[in-house]
């Protein structure tokens, strides 16, 4: 168990729609971050929230937004979905956002949209 | 350009044979990080190993070990007499200073038969 907790673990939605997903970092750090792992385009990096503020963005689309709260919980907003972000997302926290941090996942969402 | 190429995409061994996974990455940093990270088949991410880029001291965790070679631009992760619950999906992932990112591999997926 990484310490990071992700809910809900399964998500299943119709197109169109707009679904939340939530992150709750280890117990300490301070970063967030996002990842989405689909079949043709692997891991890839969607957004860095380090306190509460953005730090880095990645290959996320702009239907996607993300926030981090003052209580370091992080939620990731994905709306007019479409069959192809079907995917499973992570979240990983660290202590302070720097390189030099390990990245500790969450057991992630696995989102299907039909 | 892909930064790490894990280029072995299935390996399929028998319990306690040794597992070599290959990991060569691309980067213009000087100081860079390493880490590995294993997928179950229950799907979420798990931290293995990390390696700094001005540390080129091989060590061995247990059943693990792994070989950074900085002038092949490689690092190779090693599970030693293997097991079945090794069985999983080994990503090989990148952090530079420059980005706030872990940059993945595509992955390695891991049989061992009993």
């Known amino acids: 168990d990484s310490g990071v907790t992700q809910t809900p673990k399964h998500l299943i939605t119709a197109t169109g729609q707009r679904v939340t997903l939530r992150c709750s970092p280890r117990s300490g750090d301070l970063s967030v971050y996002w990842y989405q792992q689909s079949l043709d385009q692997g891991l890839q990096f969607l957004i860095h929230y380090y306190n509460g503020e953005e730090r880095a963005k990645g290959n996320i689309l702009e239907r996607f937004s993300a926030q981090q709260f003052p209580d370091l919980h992080s939620e990731l907003n994905l709306s007019s979905l479409e069959l192809g972000d079907s995917a499973l997302y992570f979240c990983a926290s660290s202590v302070s956002g720097r390189s030099t941090d390990t990245q500790y996942f969450g057991p992630g969402t696995r989102l299907t949209v039909l | ?114």
Do not use: H, M
């Open chain 2, 1 to 114: 350009a892909q930064k790490v190429t894990q280029a072995q995409t299935e390996i399929s061994v028998v319990e306690k044979e040794d597992v070599t996974l290959d990991c060569v990455y691309e980067t213009r940093d000087t100081t860079y990080y390493l880490f590995w990270y294993k997928q179950p088949p229950s799907g979420e991410l798990v931290f293995l190993i990390r390696r700094n880029s001005f540390d080129e001291q091989n060590e061995i965790s247990g059943r693990y070990s792994w070989n950074f070679q900085k002038s092949t631009s490689s690092f190779n992760f090693t599970i030693t007499a293997s097991q079945v619950v090794d069985s999983a999906v080994y990503f090989c992932a990148l952090s530079e200073p420059t980005s706030y990112k872990l940059s993945f591999g595509a992955g390695t997926t891991v049989t061992v038969r009993a």
